[in-house]
């Protein structure tokens, strides 16, 4: 065998197990992706009922305020006492899910520039094509998962300033500070359906990360069937 079909043979071996590589990587990420599918709406029905339950301890407080019922108003200051030690308690899990996301995606980005420049390197020219396209959309990703967890850390503050102002305020029967309590429940519960907004917008984005998986299979299955090779006389 001569050297150029020692390194013909060399090269396509190095080419298919770069693309098989690839393909695992995908069907990782595939996965990956789809369990945070399930996880986002797992996230948006815990939203959803937190905001109902808000609202209901509102209408109590409401109630317990409008008639002076001081058992009452003990009993609903128990009840939102728990439910925002839950709350606070979701949110720290769901910003360290959103960091680990934040952290995957970028990952997935570093992984495709390396095979953007490997594939260029190699004059793999239709490959190279498909890894520009899925680095521009890692990009996009990481930069929605960056924001996810922002948000999601200034949700868990506001949280946390509003659970202090509350316990400073629990007890206390005065007009003021009952007016105070009854804003920061309404705060709660406009913080919780700003979540719910923002859970809508991650599954939006959960769906185009699927559709770039299901682009991402066909590619797969297109350079699995056909290897392009360029090579030159040096």
């Not at 409008?66 to 108003?73: I, L, T, V």
């Not at 004059?123 to 999601?152: C, K, L, N």
């Not at 506001?158 to 500070?177: D, F, K, M, N, Y």
């Not at 907004?197 to 699995?224: A, F, M």
Request: no cysteine; glycine share 4%.
């Amino acid at each position: 065998m001569n050297r150029l079909s020692s390194a013909l043979v060399a090269a396509l071996l190095f080419a298919g197990s770069a693309q098989a590589a690839d393909s695992r990587r995908n069907r990782v990420e595939r996965a990956q992706d789809h369990q945070e599918v399930r996880q986002d709406r797992r996230e948006l029905r815990d939203d959803k009922r937190d905001v109902e339950e808000l609202k209901a301890v509102l209408a109590r407080y409401d109630n317990a305020w409008a008639r002076r019922n001081e058992r009452e108003m003990e009993a609903v200051e128990a009840t939102l006492r728990g439910l925002l030690r839950a709350e606070l308690a979701e949110s720290r899990a769901e910003l360290r899910s959103d960091v680990r996301e934040a952290r995957r995606s970028e990952r997935e980005l570093r992984a495709e520039q390396w095979e953007a420049r490997d594939d260029a390197a190699w004059r793999r020219r239709g490959a190279y094509q498909d890894d520009r396209r899925d680095v521009r959309d890692d990009r996009r990703d990481v930069a929605d998962d960056r924001r996810d967890a922002r948000a999601e850390m200034a949700s868990l503050r506001s949280r946390q300033v509003i659970a202090r102002e509350l316990s400073e305020l629990e007890g206390l029967r005065r007009g003021g500070a009952l007016n105070r309590k009854r804003a920061l429940i309404v705060e709660l519960i406009q913080l919780g359906e700003q979540e719910i907004r923002q859970g809508h917008q991650e599954l939006r984005e959960d769906r185009r990360e699927q559709r770039e998986d299901r682009r991402e299979r066909r590619e797969d299955r297109r350079t699995q069937t056909y290897h392009p090779a360029v090579w030159r006389r040096g």
